[in-house]
């Protein structure tokens, strides 16, 4: 479940999310309003304490990627027919100057989420800012990006809630 932690650093990690927790905890013992078990209002504090260690954790030996990725070098091995490599290679096309048009922090937290696979977790910590912002970033990002596959006549899949 944790990869490559385990023996001392396991125990340190865990000992250390504890610590953080029971603090978070402790500072915000007066915002208890009894609208929860303490228990339930407790344990989020821990989850997000102990979730937000293992990231950052996990990814200090392997700092996140917010590199713009080299288009050519996507696979292009999906399409079985020329006529769908067509297709695929202009919707990259279509798809890499709309990803242009983005303001920088949209395409910085695209590419790093959506591409590179980066947790929104690592990456608001990396950001200083929180997983809101950094939601509200890649909704913003991805509504321009259909809207622009859509206007150039490329099929886009509209999702529930989105697109208004």
């Given at each position: ?13 865990a000992h250390q999310a ?53 288009w050519e070098r996507l ?90």
């Amino acid at each position: 479940m944790f990869g490559s932690i385990s023996g001392p650093e396991f125990d340190d990690l865990a000992h250390q999310a504890a610590d953080d927790a029971l603090m978070n905890i402790l500072a915000r013992l007066d915002d208890f309003r009894g609208l929860s078990r303490f228990t339930t209002w407790a344990y989020k504090f821990v989850i997000f304490d102990v979730a937000g260690k293992v990231a950052r954790h996990a990814w200090r030996r392997q700092p996140p990627s917010r590199e713009e990725l080299a288009w050519e070098r996507l696979p292009d091995s999906l399409a079985a027919r020329p006529g769908e490599r067509l297709q695929q290679r202009e919707q990259l096309a279509t798809l890499s100057a709309a990803i242009g048009q983005l303001t920088r922090r949209q395409r910085e937290v695209f590419v790093a989420v959506a591409l590179n696979d980066v947790p929104i977790d690592v990456l608001a910590l990396e950001l200083d800012t929180n997983r809101n912002a950094i939601y509200k970033n890649l909704f913003d990002a991805r509504r321009s990006l259909r809207a622009s596959l859509a206007a150039a006549g490329h099929p886009v899949a509209e999702r529930a809630g989105e697109g208004r």
